[in-house]
C-alpha cells in the first residue's frame, strides 16, 4: 500500500503483544523524538504512559476502538484506535491521527 506511505495522518500498526509493526512517513516524523523509523519491533506500551498503556491493553483484548481529540502545540488532532482483524481474531491496533480544525462544522445528515 504505498499510498499509506505519504498520506497526511499518521498511521501506526502494532500487533496483539503491543509490538509496533508499520508507521508511516507521518508516524514516523511525529515520533522522531522518541526514536522516529527505530520505534518499529519495539513496545508500544514503552511509548504510552499510564492510564493509556493500560486503555491500549483493554483494547486489544476485548477488540474495542478508541476515540478522542487532544491539542497539543497549538493544533488539534483526532486520534482514532481501533483493531484489526484476522479472520475474526484481533491481530492488533492501528491508530490513525491527523490534524483537524480547532472550531470545524458539524454535519448532521439523514
Known amino acids: 500500500m504505498d499510498w499509506l506511505k505519504e498520506i497526511s495522518a499518521a498511521v501506526t500498526v502494532c500487533d496483539k503483544q503491543g509490538t509496533i509493526m508499520y508507521m508511516n512517513e507521518k508516524s514516523e516524523h511525529i515520533f522522531e523524538r522518541d526514536g522516529g523509523k527505530d520505534l518499529i519491533g519495539k513496545s508500544v ?15 486489544l483484548s476485548a477488540g474495542s476502538t478508541n476515540v478522542y481529540t487532544i491539542e497539543k502545540n497549538g493544533k488539534k488532532k483526532i486520534i ?10 484481533v491481530g492488533g491496533m492501528i491508530e490513525i491521527s491527523f490534524e483537524i480544525p480547532i472550531e470545524m462544522n458539524h454535519f448532521v445528515r439523514e
Not at 45 to 59: G, L, R
Open 45 to 59: 506500551f514503552d511509548c504510552h504512559p499510564e492510564p493509556a498503556s493500560t486503555k491500549i491493553k483493554e483494547m
Open 80 to 89: 482514532y484506535q481501533s483493531p484489526w482483524r484476522n479472520e475474526n481474531a
